[in-house]
């Protein structure tokens, strides 16, 4: 995947390409899932994007909170 190829995509399509590399290159896919912003639109376009192609089966989920640590 070329950088220069990606400058004529917007960030979603080329986020869009990216999933689809990673779900078809991996046996495997973790999100890691903060409760922030970035995170949470990682997770929802990835979720998204696995429902949309049967994938589901493939993606995990890893969570947690540092704030809660004392």
Same mark, same amino acid.
Not at 12 to 35: H, M, P, Q, W
Not at 63 to 69: C, F, K, R, T
């Given at each position: 995947?070329?950088?220069?190829? +990606?400058?004529?995509? +917007?960030? $979603? #399509? =080329?986020?869009?390409?990216?999933l689809e590399y990673?779900?078809?290159?991996? /046996?495997?896919? $973790?999100?890691?899932?903060?409760?922030? #912003? /970035?995170?949470?639109?990682?997770?929802?376009?990835?979720? #998204? @994007? =696995?429902?949309?192609? +049967?994938?589901?089966?493939?993606?995990?989920?890893?969570?947690?909170? @540092?704030? =809660?640590?004392?």
């Amino acid at each position: 995947m070329s950088r220069i190829e +990606n400058l004529k995509d +917007n960030v $979603y #399509k =080329a986020t869009l390409k990216r999933l689809e590399y990673i779900f078809n290159e991996f /046996d495997n896919i $973790y999100v890691s899932f903060s409760g922030g #912003k /970035d995170s949470g639109v990682l997770l929802n376009l990835t979720l #998204k @994007y =696995a429902d949309k192609t +049967n994938m589901l089966h493939k993606l995990g989920v890893f969570h947690i909170d @540092y704030e =809660a640590q004392l």
